[in-house]
């Protein structure tokens, strides 16, 4: 069962950026329209960008105009690149396909934004 692995979170003051990285086996990036979501403490975990086959890309409205996904097929990655971070997008960050059935959940990158 393939497995993304998350990399690149950190402890950002609110305004800096940070970015993250998503690896897996495989072709799938290629072949699957791809997400990266969040999970902060206490809550659900959300859904915060998608990326399609074509390279269409759509975000949640909290992150919109400061976070940029993008993936590198030929590497096997995806990215989320995050701007003018806030501390409410302190949350564990994961990659996964955006629909179902979707991969085993990786352990996910922290994201702490705070001064």
């Known amino acids: 069962q393939v497995q993304p692995v998350e990399s690149g979170g950190g402890l950002v003051q609110p305004g800096g950026s940070l970015r993250l990285s998503c690896a897996a086996s495989?072709?799938?990036?290629?072949?699957?329209?791809m997400a990266w979501y969040r999970q902060a403490p206490g809550k659900e975990r959300e859904l915060v960008a998608t990326i399609t086959r074509d390279d269409t890309t759509d975000y949640v409205d909290s992150v919109k105009g400061r976070f940029t996904i993008s993936r590198d097929n030929a590497k096997n990655t995806m990215s989320l690149q995050m701007n003018s971070l806030k501390p409410e997008d302190t949350a564990v960050y994961y990659c996964?396909?955006?629909?179902?059935?979707?991969?085993?959940w990786g352990q996910g990158t922290q994201v702490t934004v705070s001064s």
């Open positions: 996964n396909k955006l629909r179902f059935p979707r991969l085993s």
């Open positions: 495989g072709s799938i990036f290629s072949r699957n329209a």
